[in-house]
T-cell receptor, first 116, second 114 residues
Framework: SQQGEEDPQALSIQEGENATMNCSYK?????LQWYRQNSGRGLVHLIL?????REKHRGRLRVTLDTSKKSSSLLITASRAADTASYFC????????????????FGQGTILTVHP | ETGVTQTPRHLVMGMTNKKSLKCEQH?????MYWYKQSAKKPLELMFV???????ENNSVPSRFSPECPNSSHLFLHLHTLQPEDSALYLC?????????????FGDGTRLSIL
């Protein structure tokens, strides 16, 4: 699989349900970030989790990171129609001296559709 | 409004044309990026600039020529493009090119090569 590969590729749910998206990666990372992209728009940063963190929350978002399995998950609780978008994980690789140099590697994304 | 503005939003050009994409950020950031987003493929990093200096060229063909006159502006000059260059070109910026720097994206330029 590619660095930052999301699963599933597409997810369709009803409003009010929870949505879970997974991301797997191959190399050691400094941090992992999740982004959202609405149709025809740019990416919007959602949340960043550092390699020494296991879980992070932001509003209805919950991100987990398991560095031993090289995987992360994004949970959106009580989804809304406005959450319909593509969701991408991006990894910042560990570099010399522990810096990530801002180079992000993105996965192909999960297309989430939330039906009203 | 993300603070990163890209123009034009749409561009159709022939293979022999020369055009430029423009990106401007109003966030006071020092690092700027060009990405290519093609259908069915992950977002590809093309170039990175930090404090106006190019720090990354991800093996991009020379028909794409970036320019960063200052930390707020980034251009992508295009010439003699190929049909496979049709894609959404996204510009992004971050406070610096270092640890824990979320990137702020513009809405992109949709480029179509005839």
């Amino acid at each position: 699989s590619q660095q930052g590969e999301e699963d599933p590729q597409a997810l369709s749910i009803q409003e009010g349900e929870n949505a879970t998206m997974n991301c797997s990666y191959k190399t050691s990372i400094n941090n992992l970030q999740w982004y959202r992209q609405n149709s025809g728009r740019g990416l919007v940063h959602l949340i960043l989790i550092r390699s020494n963190e296991r879980e992070k929350h932001r509003g209805r978002l919950r991100v987990t990171l398991d560095t031993s399995k090289k995987s992360s998950s994004l949970l959106i609780t009580a989804s809304r129609a406005a959450d319909t978008a593509s969701y991408f994980c991006a990894t910042a690789r560990e570099g010399a001296g522990g810096t990530s140099y801002g180079k992000l590697t993105f996965g192909q994304g999960t297309i989430l559709t939330v039906h009203p | 409004e993300t603070g990163v503005t890209q123009t034009p939003r749409h561009l159709v050009m022939g293979m022999t044309n020369k055009k430029s994409l423009k990106c401007e950020q109003h966030l006071g950031h020092n690092a700027m990026y060009w990405y290519k987003q093609s259908a069915k493929k992950p977002l590809e990093l093309m170039f990175v600039y930090n404090f106006k200096e190019q720090t990354e060229n991800n093996s991009v063909p020379s028909r794409f020529s970036p320019e960063c006159p200052n930390s707020s502006h980034l251009f992508l000059h295009l010439h003699t493009l190929q049909p496979e260059d049709s894609a959404l070109y996204l510009c992004a910026s971050s406070p610096g090119q270092g640890n824990y720097q979320p990137q702020h994206f513009g809405d992109g330029t949709r480029l179509s090569i005839l």
